[in-house]
C-alpha cells in the first residue's frame, strides 16, 4: 500500500487545492456573475463531449490499462502500443464525427425551446471531444507508467484554476458572454494537448509501428478487450453524464445549472477516492498479473475502510453546514440541498466498497464488470425517468444514490463468491459511531455569523472525528501516517 498512499496523498493535496478553487467559482462566481443558462450549457458541453470521447475511444482505454503492462518496456518504444492506440482513436474520431454530423440536427431542434443556448454552441462539442479522447487515452497510458497524480493535477486542480481565470477576465469585463464560452471550452480542452506534450518530452511516445510483436493470441484478446470496453466505457460515460442531459431533455438549462452547482458539493466526498483507485488498478492489474490474490486481498482491504473514513469525514462537514452552503449559493438553489445530500451518500457508498470494480474489472472475469455496469446504467435511467418527472432535481440525485447503492451490493457479492474476499470487520461500525459522534458534537455550537459558525462548527466536527478515529485504531495506514507526522515535528 505505501505507492498507494503516497501517490493518494499527493494526489488529494491537488485535489483539494482544486477544491479550495472550485469552492470559489462554483459557490460565489457561478451563481453571482453568471445565469444557471451558462452554468447548465458549461454541464451540458462536458457531458456530450465525455459521452463522446468514450465512443470514439473504442475501448482502447481497457485495452491500455488490462494489457499495456504486457507491452511495457520504454527502451524498446512500448513495442509500439502507442501506434496502435493512436491509429484506433484517429478512427474512432472519424466514426465520431459521421455520428455528430448524423444527429447535430436533432441536437439542434430538440433544444431550440428550452435551451436555446446549448443549440447555438453544439458544434463546440467537435474539438471539446477530440481533446477529451485524447486526455482519456493519456491518462490511462500514463497511470500505467505509474503515475496516477499528473492527471489529477490537471483534471482537478490546472483545469479549475483555468476556469477561475477566465471567469475573472469576463467579471472584469475583459471577456463577451461569447468569448467566455469559448474560453471556457478552451480551458477544460488543455489538459489533453498538455499531456501529449508532456509524454513526448518524456519520450514515453514512440510512434513507431511494431506490429510483429503481437502475435495472433494478443490480438485476439486486445480485440475481445475492445469491445467489451466499448461498451463499459460508453456504460459508464453515461452513468456519470446522464442526469444533467435527462434534466435539461425534461426541465431545461437553468434547472441543469442549479443541480450543476449543487452536484458540485456532493462530489466532494469523492474526490480524494480518484487517485487512489486509480493507482489501486494500475497494481491490481499487476497482482492478477503474477497470480498474486494476497495482495489484491490487502488492497481491496484497506480501499475500503481508508475511503470509507476519508468519504465520512468529508460528507459529515458539508452536512453539518449545509444550511452555511445554502447562504453562500442564495435563494435560486435553495432546491439544490437534498441534491447534495443524496449526491454525497451515493459517492460515500461507493468508497465504502473500495477496489471491488477494478478487481472485477481486472480478473478473468472483466466481462461480468460489463455487465454488472449495464445493470447499473438501466436502473439509474429507469429511476431518473421515474424520479425527475415527481421530485425534480433531487429525483435525479436519489436515484444516484439508489442506483449506487443496488451496484455496489452486486459487485460486493460476486467479489466475495468468485474471490472469497469481504473487506468489512468491525471497524466500519466505529466509523459510524465516530460519525455520529463527531456530528453530534457540532450541533452543539451554536448558531453564529455565516464565517465564524463555518470555522467553529468545522473544527469541533474535525477534532472529534480525527481524534477518535486514531484513538479507536481504525485504520493501520492512518495510524501510521499520523505517527510519522508527529516524529517528523519531535512531538
Known sequence: MGIIIKQSIKGAIWSYMGVIIGFITTAYIYPNYLTPEIVGLFALLLAWS??????????????????????????????GFVFIAFMVMLTGFVLFLITFWLIRPWLVESNLEKSALFAEYVNLLVPLTFLA?????????????????????????????????????YIIGWLSPHS????????????????????????????RPQLNFMDQRLKREMFSVALYSILAGIGG????????????????????????????????????????????????????KNNDLKTIEDIYRKSCINQFIIGAFLFGGIWINIDNILEILGPDYADGKWVIFFIGLGYLIDMATGANGHIISYSKHYRMALWLLLILVGIMA??????????????????????????????????????????????????????????????????????????????????????????????????????????????
Open 50 to 79: 465525455g459521452l463522446f470521447a468514450q465512443f470514439s475511444a473504442l475501448g482502447f482505454h481497457g485495452v491500455t490499462a488490462r494489457l499495456f503492462p504486457r507491452f511495457r518496456d520504454k527502451e524498446k518504444g512500448h513495442n
Open 133 to 169: 479522447l485524447l486526455f482519456t487515452f493519456l491518462d490511462s497510458f500514463n497511470k500505467m507508467l505509474y503515475d496516477a497524480v499528473l492527471g489529477a493535477l490537471l483534471t482537478e486542480f490546472v483545469q479549475r484554476a483555468l476556469i477561475l481565470l477566465v471567469l475573472l477576465l
Open 180 to 207: 467566455l464560452i469559448l474560453a471556457y471550452a478552451a480551458a477544460i480542452s488543455l489538459k489533453g494537448a498538455f499531456l501529449f506534450f508532456y509524454l513526448l518530452f518524456k519520450k514515453e511516445l514512440n510512434f
Open 237 to 288: 460515460s453515461i452513468v456519470f453524464q446522464i442526469d444533467k442531459i435527462i434534466i435539461n431533455q425534461v426541465m431545461g438549462l437553468s434547472a441543469t445549472g442549479v443541480y450543476t452547482i449543487a452536484f458540485y458539493f456532493g462530489t466532494l466526498v469523492v474526490i480524494p477516492s480518484r487517485t487512489l483507485l486509480r493507482i489501486s488498478g494500475t497494481l491490481i492489474a499487476d497482482a492478477f
Open 382 to 491: 429507469a429511476l431518473m425517468f421515474v424520479f425527475i418527472p415527481a421530485w425534480g432535481i433531487v429525483g435525479a440525485a436519489a436515484a444516484i444514490a439508489l442506483a449506487f447503492l443496488c451496484n455496489n451490493l452486486m459487485k460486493f457479492l460476486f467479489v466475495k463468491v468468485k474471490f472469497g474476499m469481504q473487506p468489512f470487520t468491525s471497524k466500519f461500525l466505529y466509523v459510524v459511531l465516530v460519525f455520529a459522534l463527531s456530528v453530534g458534537a457540532s450541533f452543539l455550537v451554536p448558531q453564529l455569523a455565516l464565517f465564524p459558525d463555518i470555522l467553529l462548527r468545522s473544527a469541533v466536527f474535525s477534532l472529534v472525528y480525527l481524534f477518535l478515529t486514531y484513538f479507536l485504531k481504525i485504520s493501520e495506514d492512518m495510524e501510521g501516517l499520523v505517527n510519522r507526522f508527529f516524529r517528523g515535528i519531535n512531538i
